[in-house]
């Protein structure tokens, strides 16, 4: 017991090594532009002002972002989603494994749960007990499940999902603006420093380092950026594009697709002003999602009525849930 609280205490302690890294090299990256290329370097005052300026701006966001991303926590299942004590019982007494799954569906009639596993049976975490969501996906590294899960990113430390998913993204285009920004304003003197136009000195070794990584993080980066922009434009996750959900009638792809415009809307709200500042503004909660195929939300077996959904022991929380699903699914019990 000891050993094993050993060794996750060291996998927590090294998983943010990459983030450490990260943190050393934007620091490193600031004093050189900073200090070696705009103080030392440059003679324009005017260039000098503009350069500082138009950096921090872009500084200042690149860190809001990466900070949102690494620190705000991976949203888990409401206790709606978890078994009660006597479910409990029932699941763990039940030595069928056909029993079980039974118990299981009737569990789930009373939530808006249309995906299954591959199996076709209700997708069910026996580490965490409780029903998996629609798009829910169980962390091996964070221990827990995710709302929405897109992968674990150890860059940030941290599980990518609903509640960050925005924040990732944002991270990502800041970051290339970031490296394209210095990239752009440093060619110059990383032309000049190599055919022997400024004098030799630290600032030479800066200025082209510089260059060559900012080069290097933004060619990686753009081509990650753009594989998330047309995940979002299908509205699928990292796990649904290798992995389709499935559903009653089968795997589907496109099972969530309900529109470019609407799959933006998802993930950055309806607010254009505050789709590139790192606040929350995703729809839902996370726990259901619009189908592109309103039938099968209508006719499926997993779930009660509509006011079976909405009475709850926990009326705060419950409120919030069902008030998402009244306004875009209408729930009938199926005979």
């Not at 808006?112 to 798009?135: E, H, M, N, W, Y």
């Not at 509509?306 to 009326?315: F, G, L, T, V, Y």
């Amino acid at each position: 017991m000891a050993l094993s609280r050993g060794l996750r205490c060291c996998q927590r302690v090294f998983s943010w090594i990459p983030v450490l890294i990260i943190t050393a090299v934007v620091l490193w990256s600031y004093y050189a532009y900073v200090f070696e290329l705009c103080l030392f370097t440059l003679t324009n005052a005017v260039e000098k002002v503009a350069y500082l300026l138009v950096f921090h701006v872009c500084f200042f966001m690149f860190s809001w972002t990466y900070w949102k991303s690494i620190f705000t926590p991976a949203a888990a299942p409401c206790k709606k989603f978890q078994l009660s004590y006597s479910d409990k019982q029932r699941y763990e007494m039940e030595e069928r494994p056909d029993a079980q799954k039974q118990i299981l569906v009737e569990i789930a009639k009373k939530l808006p749960i249309f995906t299954r596993a591959q199996s076709g049976a209700i997708r069910f975490c026996d580490r965490c007990q409780v029903l998996k969501p629609d798009r829910c996906h169980h962390c091996s590294v964070c221990e827990t499940c995710i709302l929405k899960m897109d992968h674990h990113c150890p860059w940030v430390n941290n599980c990518i999902g609903f509640s960050n998913y925005k924040f990732f993204l944002l991270f990502l285009s800041y970051s290339i603006l970031y490296c394209v920004f210095i990239a752009a304003t440093a060619f110059q003197y990383f032309l000049k420093f190599w055919g022997g136009e400024l004098q030799n000195g630290s600032a030479k070794f800066h200025v082209l380092f510089l260059m060559f990584v900012a080069l290097m993080f933004c060619v990686s980066l753009m081509f990650l950026f753009g594989y998330h922009c047309w995940l979002v434009a299908k509205n699928r996750s990292t796990l649904e594009a290798f992995s389709a959900p499935v559903f009653v009638g089968g795997p589907d792809r496109n099972g969530f697709n309900v529109g470019v415009r609407k799959n933006l809307q998802q993930v950055f709200g309806e607010d254009r002003r505050l789709w590139f500042i790192p606040v929350f503004t995703s729809q839902g909660n996370g726990h259901h999602f619009p189908l592109k195929n309103r039938s099968s939300e209508s006719q499926n077996p997993l779930l009660a009525n509509e006011d079976m959904w909405e009475e709850s022991d926990d009326k705060s929380e419950e409120g919030s849930l069902a008030e998402d699903v009244n306004h875009s699914v209408t729930i009938e019990m199926e005979e």
